[in-house]
């Protein structure tokens, strides 16, 4: 109950504003659109941080300024997968010969539904078979949380993420991020690292979505992490993006 947090679901607009999925990005004057490996990036989403309503707001976020999300489709397993840029800036248009050159999804305007999400056993590092708990224990776990369940198309911020496969992301995250080998499942994790390993926050889950044309491999998803104190200090430039598909 202790570790259950705020999430935002990223859910058809009726009333369209500046926060969208898909599409061509409204790009800020004071940004420049991020390139790949073979290509420029592709747009993937963009959020206004002020849309938010107040009593769904994520409290380790800025309350102003826009967030643009862009991705490699070259280079899907890769932790700098997915570049995030913010600005505090006014909007602007999307740079057309490099819009055109990437490519794009189709386009979604979003609003956001406050949520409650707990961490998977996966999260925990944790088998079933490990808990001793009777049917209404399970009953009072399953009562805790409103998120939709992990087999269910879903764009989030904040919150836990909806693995498809077993990892303890805020690990993995914190080993990119010392450039280690990945964790093993099981294994003992050093006390500095699995302590610094803490501060990750889940920043955006982007799902395979056949109604975007987004497919992230066979249907899978992109997680976008960043460590707590960088996200408050408006600093979107550390992130780390894992991948998961079935």
Request: charged share 25%; net charge negative.
């Amino acid at each position: 109950m202790g570790l259950v947090r705020p999430t935002l679901l990223l859910t058809p607009s009726p009333n369209p504003g500046f926060s969208k999925l898909g599409g061509r990005p409204q790009l800020s004057r004071d940004l420049a659109w991020p390139s790949g490996r073979m290509q420029p990036c592709v747009f993937l989403a963009q959020i206004d941080l002020s849309e938010i309503p107040p009593d769904a707001a994520i409290e380790w976020l800025p309350k102003q300024g826009r967030l643009f999300a862009f991705h490699d489709t070259y280079a899907l397993d890769d932790p700098e997968g997915v570049r995030i840029l913010f600005s505090t800036e006014s909007p602007g248009g999307p740079i057309p010969q490099l819009a055109e050159t990437a490519g794009s999804y189709a386009e979604r305007h979003v609003s956001f539904v406050s949520l409650k999400s707990a961490p998977s056993l996966d999260w925990l590092g944790l088998d079933d078979s490990e808990l001793d708990l009777d049917p209404k224990d399970f009953r009072a776990l399953g009562e805790l949380v409103d998120a939709p369940t992990s087999d269910a198309i879903q764009f989030r911020i904040g919150g836990y993420p909806n693995e498809i496969q077993p990892e303890r992301m805020w690990l993995s995250c914190e080993h990119v991020a010392r450039g280690l080998p990945e964790p093993v499942w099981g294994h003992e994790v050093a006390a500095d690292v699995a302590q610094a390993a803490e501060s990750w926050r889940l920043l955006l889950q982007i799902d395979s979505d056949p109604a975007l044309k987004m497919n992230f491999g066979d249907g899978g998803r992109l997680y976008v992490f960043i460590r707590e104190r960088h996200a408050r200090a408006g600093d979107f430039s550390k992130t780390v993006t894992l991948w998961q598909t079935y």
